[in-house]
């Protein structure tokens, strides 16, 4: 700034004045439009003319003004400005960025790619977010994790690149955390999961539940069969075991068979899917656990091609007929729940919306069938000691029951 202030004080003091031109020192002519023509190609055409007096003034006045600016800059430089040191140290601890890993920062994406992505963290360079880290699945591409130009997230810083000094982020990390969380949860609850199994070993399954891998002995797997067929398959599992530290996560798919067919009660109406069709009936997945409708059990019309009613995929409701616990197998019927013989065919719709109401006519008639039964057995056997309620229970022999047992015609007969 002081060089600048000379150049302009040397330039206005070399500059010559009016006075000294060679216009003041050649002799006038006498004619006088000679002499207006002589001096406007002398102050056009001249050389190094001296500047006006308006214009001297105006660079003395800069140089004053910049000779000034330097003296004050050189003696008091804080002069006059609001912002001193204190606030500008107060600025960086407010505003000082924490890059330490395991620091959680909130960006904003602003660039995808194959790779990951680059994220605005407010740092003095831009942090990424590789792909393996974008989430909890194995990915191929940001995108498929949600991420996109625009997307405001909170990651975590998982380290730094060596040969540019950005930042490395993660959300792997982050969903890993509350995937346990989640296992926590549900394990307090006791409740049934669906599991993907995606591999094996000697001593049991590995299987996918919540973006973890959990392990399922063969002692905790109900089905006999081999672990090859169970892979890319899904099986109801329950929690064991839930350790985050030692990431340990052990499941067991016996206990939640066990539950679920807990639920088997005859008469039960349950939601399936059509899992596959054979010649002599369709496969129906409820809650896991597969179940066989038979053709003759699809409707009370006879049924040439089981593919004309039913497809896989298919959500249907059925009935539960049987339950052998031992054998593990199920039998269902839709026939029992049509309205009209015929239904299931013509309109599955209406089984389906009134397929708790005839699943709850066929367990009256189920109950006294068994009423019936049971007073039979009385009639030829009193000495047992026991007794018929009018809800059909067993009971203590009561002092209304003649010696000669009940008279079976006093029961009315039960519905067709």
Same mark, same amino acid.
Request: proline share 4%; hydrophobic share 40%.
């Given at each position: 700034?002081?060089?600048?202030?000379?150049?302009?004080?040397?330039?206005?003091?070399?500059?010559?004045?009016?006075?000294?031109?060679?216009?003041?020192?050649?002799?006038?002519?006498?004619?006088?439009?000679?002499?207006?023509?002589?001096?406007?190609?002398?102050?056009?055409?001249?050389?190094?003319?001296?500047?006006?007096?308006?214009?001297?003034?105006?660079?003395?006045?800069?140089?004053?003004?910049?000779?000034? $600016?330097? !003296? *004050? @800059? =050189?003696?008091?430089?804080? /002069?006059? +400005?609001?912002?001193?040191?204190?606030?500008?140290?107060?600025?960086?601890?407010?505003?000082?960025?924490?890059?330490?890993?395991?620091?959680?920062?909130?960006?904003?994406?602003?660039?995808?790619?194959?790779?990951?992505?680059?994220?605005?963290?407010?740092?003095?360079?831009?942090?990424?977010?590789?792909?393996?880290?974008?989430?909890?699945?194995?990915?191929?591409?940001?995108?498929?994790?949600?991420?996109?130009?625009?997307?405001?997230?909170?990651?975590?810083?998982?380290?730094?690149?060596?040969?540019?000094?950005?930042?490395?982020?993660?959300?792997?990390?982050?969903?890993?955390?509350? $995937?346990? !969380? *989640? @296992? =926590?949860?549900?394990?307090? /609850?006791? +409740?049934?999961?669906?599991?993907?199994?995606?591999?094996?070993?000697?001593?049991?399954?590995?299987?996918?539940?919540?973006?973890?891998?959990?392990?399922?002995?063969?002692?905790?797997?109900?089905?006999?069969?081999?672990?090859?067929?169970?892979?890319?398959?899904?099986?109801?599992?329950?929690?064991?075991?839930?350790?985050?530290?030692?990431?340990?996560?052990?499941?067991?798919?016996?206990?939640?068979?066990?539950?679920?067919?807990?639920?088997?009660?005859?008469?039960?109406?349950?939601?399936?899917?059509?899992?596959?069709?054979?010649?002599?009936?369709?496969?129906?997945?409820?809650?896991?656990?597969?179940?066989?409708?038979?053709?003759?059990?699809?409707?009370?019309?006879?049924?040439?091609?089981?593919?004309?009613?039913?497809?896989?995929?298919?959500?249907?409701?059925?009935?539960?007929?049987?339950?052998?616990?031992?054998?593990?197998?199920?039998?269902?019927?839709?026939?029992?729940?049509?309205?009209?013989?015929?239904?299931?065919?013509?309109?599955?719709?209406?089984?389906?919306?009134?397929?708790?109401?005839?699943?709850?006519?066929?367990?009256?008639?189920?109950?006294?069938?068994?009423?019936?039964?049971?007073?039979?057995?009385?009639?030829?056997?009193?000495?047992?000691?026991?007794?018929?309620?009018?809800?059909?229970?067993?009971?203590?022999?009561?002092?209304?029951?003649?010696?000669?047992?009940?008279?079976?015609?006093?029961?009315?007969?039960?519905?067709?």
């Amino acid at each position: 700034m002081a060089a600048l202030a000379h150049q302009i004080s040397r330039a206005c003091l070399t500059c010559p004045s009016l006075s000294n031109t060679r216009l003041s020192k050649r002799t006038w002519t006498n004619t006088k439009h000679v002499q207006k023509t002589y001096v406007v190609k002398a102050a056009v055409t001249a050389p190094g003319v001296g500047v006006s007096t308006a214009e001297t003034r105006e660079r003395a006045r800069l140089k004053e003004m910049f000779e000034d $600016a330097y !003296e *004050r @800059c =050189r003696t008091a430089p804080m /002069e006059g +400005v609001a912002f001193n040191v204190e606030d500008f140290h107060t600025a960086i601890q407010e505003y000082d960025f924490n890059s330490e890993i395991g620091t959680k920062v909130t960006g904003t994406v602003f660039n995808t790619d194959a790779n990951g992505a680059l994220v605005d963290i407010t740092a003095k360079s831009s942090a990424y977010l590789p792909t393996r880290e974008a989430s909890i699945y194995d990915l191929k591409h940001v995108k498929e994790a949600g991420i996109f130009s625009g997307l405001r997230e909170e990651f975590i810083i998982i380290g730094e690149n060596s040969n540019d000094d950005s930042l490395i982020l993660s959300l792997r990390s982050i969903q890993y955390d509350l $995937a346990w !969380e *989640r @296992c =926590r949860q549900l394990q307090a /609850e006791d +409740v049934v999961v669906k599991g993907k199994v995606v591999g094996a070993n000697k001593g049991g399954v590995v299987a996918l539940v919540e973006g973890l891998r959990g392990f399922v002995p063969f002692s905790q797997i109900s089905t006999k069969s081999p672990a090859e067929e169970l892979i890319e398959k899904e099986i109801p599992l329950k929690f064991v075991e839930v350790d985050e530290e030692q990431s340990r996560l052990v499941l067991s798919n016996r206990k939640a068979m066990a539950d679920s067919q807990a639920q088997l009660g005859i008469g039960s109406v349950l939601l399936g899917t059509v899992q596959s069709l054979k010649p002599y009936g369709a496969f129906i997945d409820i809650g896991g656990i597969n179940g066989l409708l038979h053709v003759s059990q699809i409707s009370h019309d006879r049924v040439s091609d089981i593919a004309t009613v039913l497809q896989p995929g298919d959500a249907l409701k059925v009935m539960i007929l049987s339950h052998d616990r031992e054998r593990g197998r199920v039998s269902l019927s839709t026939k029992k729940l049509e309205p009209t013989p015929g239904d299931m065919i013509r309109n599955p719709k209406l089984v389906f919306e009134k397929a708790e109401e005839m699943a709850q006519t066929f367990r009256q008639r189920i109950a006294q069938a068994e009423a019936m039964a049971r007073a039979d057995m009385l009639r030829f056997q009193p000495e047992s000691g026991l007794t018929l309620d009018s809800d059909g229970i067993l009971g203590p022999l009561s002092s209304d029951l003649p010696p000669e047992g009940l008279d079976l015609g006093e029961i009315s007969p039960a519905e067709d």
